[in-house]
């Protein structure tokens, strides 16, 4: 399941309000407690992170300039 910025800053409303159900993902979740929503929260941000890092290989070519 992949995750956008909009799912984030629907967790990161429900913790400052303190609300333990919330739509994520066209679904709605209630948590059993705050620590849940959380956790829930990091994972989320942890995953759209890794969405946003580079992927695939670089390849460098290095080159002096020397005189002849």
């Known amino acids: 399941m992949s995750f956008t910025s909009a799912d984030l800053a629907v ?7 303190s609300e333990l159900t919330v739509e994520i993902a066209g679904r ?8 849940g929503l959380k956790k829930r929260r990091d994972f989320v941000a942890a995953q ?13 070519r290095f ?6």
């Open 63 to 68: 080159t002096t300039a020397r005189g002849d």
């Open 11 to 17: 967790l990161d409303r429900a913790i400052a309000a």
């Open 28 to 35: 709605k979740v209630t948590f059993d407690n705050f620590d």
């Open 48 to 60: 759209l992170a890794e969405a946003s890092r580079p992927t695939g290989s670089f390849r460098y």
